[in-house]
């Protein structure tokens, strides 16, 4: 690697030490709490993968250049240099074995926020040529592409065309002052088409005006994954386009919590204006057509069923109480795990770890926390609303050879539709 990449990379990691950060390496009291909510750490038993220790790059630039003693200390030379060789051994551990979940944040006891400054030290990373070959290259098909796995319009279309034929309804695309744009992720598109079919047949019983858009459907933000402002606000300004192309007054992300703090929370700040519309995970609007009586159940599952929640919708977002209010209209028998909610287990999968193909050993030792929870309440299947979250589940469950399906949440309440009256579908269809 060239001194002139190190420098840029070490440029970006100093312009990324704001008050916040500076406050954070200043408290920290080297108590080591942050290991203990850290699954890549329990599993492996590695101190490396303490969550404090993953920050050292950026901590030891923000010791040798904005505190006193770290100024003192080089005078001495005795303060330790962020080199090119610290940075391809801390890739491992900034990319690797981090899903950027927030457990350490939420119970560091002087309230550091370190999955924060992990995602500022991924900006540092990237500008000094140290990032995952997986990311990498799924971020410059998301450029290209406008999809991390190269996804074009027209296999959504194919998919489109199947939903159309099974369910006899419409899937309306570009469609001007619909009430809703609807996101998607790739690997609903690939992995879980039953998604977009499910959304159809609700919003389809519940009356609501909903669209996608051929200028962009993607919901994934691969910038925010790797850790590169630019691309993240490019991929975000594209959403923004599309929206205001089509007039909306809200958009939904689709059953990906990653694609819904992307563009909920990050997103404003990244292009530096607000949203002319607003911005809803699926489930909480799933769950506003349940207390409005816009959704209408019968039937319930009768098996053990239990709840994976994704990181960035309960535990970054607060988006709890919905899923459950959702789940009891069709689960006879539902029991949650012991730590759910805020204090959930995290997959492994997320924060790109999903995409890091050189990581997959890694995340399936830190799945075994996840399968602990799993086992405590020996569920039949499990119910979640992340694409990702599903994958690593099933997956890892597979791995470990546990029989449990996974279903997603959508898919589990559009199969316990009231059917509607022909008479009310004839109408529906005449107007």
């Known amino acids: ?15 990324e030490i704001d008050a916040p950060t500076a406050a954070f390496f200043s408290s920290c009291v080297h108590c080591g709490v942050c290991a203990q909510s850290c699954p890549f750490y329990l599993e492996t038993g ?13 901590r030891l630039i923000w010791e040798a250049e904005f505190t006193l003693w770290g100024r003192i200390k080089g005078l001495l030379g005795l303060q330790e240099k962020v080199t090119d060789a610290m940075l391809a051994e801390w ?9 950027m979940c927030g457990r350490c944040s939420m119970v560091c006891p002087v309230g550091n926020d370190l999955a924060y400054m992990i995602r500022k030290s991924r900006e540092g990373m990237v500008q000094a040529g ?41 899937v309306p695309v570009d469609k001007t002052g619909a009430e809703y744009l609807v996101m998607l992720s790739s690997m609903e598109v690939i992995n879980f088409p039953e998604y ?10 519940a009356g609501v005006t909903w669209t996608l858009s051929t200028q962009c459907f993607e919901a994934t933000n691969a910038g925010i994954q790797i ?11 594209r959403v923004v386009a599309a929206a205001e192309t089509l007039k909306v007054s809200k958009v939904i992300s689709p059953e990906c919590g990653h694609a819904f703090t992307a563009i909920r929370w990050e997103g404003p700040n990244l292009i530096g204006r607000p949203y002319p519309f607003r911005v809803f995970h699926i489930v909480e609007v799933l769950d506003e057509l349940r207390a409005t009586g816009r959704i209408q159940t019968e039937g319930k599952e009768d098996d053990r069923l239990s709840m994976h929640d994704p990181c960035n919708l309960a535990r970054k977002s607060g988006v709890i109480q919905q899923q459950r209010n959702l789940i009891d209209l069709v689960a006879e028998d539902f029991v949650d795990m012991n730590e759910h909610g805020r204090f959930q287990w995290c ?8 995409s890091n193909e050189r990581a997959e050993e890694l995340k399936m030792a830190a799945f075994k926390r996840k399968k602990a929870q799993i086992e405590e309440v020996a569920p039949e299947r499990m119910v979640t609303m992340c694409a990702t979250c599903r994958t690593q589940l099933e997956e890892g469950l597979e791995e470990y050879n ?10 589990m309440i559009a199969d316990h539709l009231v059917e509607k009256p022909r008479a009310a579908a004839e109408h529906d269809a005449e107007a």
């Open 46 to 58: 590695d101190p490396k993968y303490t969550p404090i220790l993953k920050l050292e790059p950026l």
């Open 130 to 170: 140290h990032a995952p070959e997986g990311l990498i290259n799924a971020s410059i098909r998301a450029v290209t592409t406008g999809s991390p796995m190269g996804l074009q319009w027209k296999t959504l279309a194919v998919q489109i065309k199947h939903v159309e034929a099974s369910t006899g309804l419409e």
């Open 347 to 354: 997959c492994g999968a997320g924060g790109g770890v999903s």
């Open 1 to 15: 690697m060239s001194e002139l990449t190190l420098e840029r990379g070490l440029a970006a990691f100093r312009a």
């Open 227 to 237: 850790g590169n402002k630019d691309i993240a606000a490019q991929l975000v300004e």
């Open 91 to 99: 890739e491992e551990l900034l990319y690797d074995s981090c899903s």
């Open 196 to 205: 977009l079919e499910a959304i159809t047949k609700i919003f389809d019983h």
């Open 402 to 411: 546990m029989d449990i399906p996974v279903i997603g949440l959508t898919e």
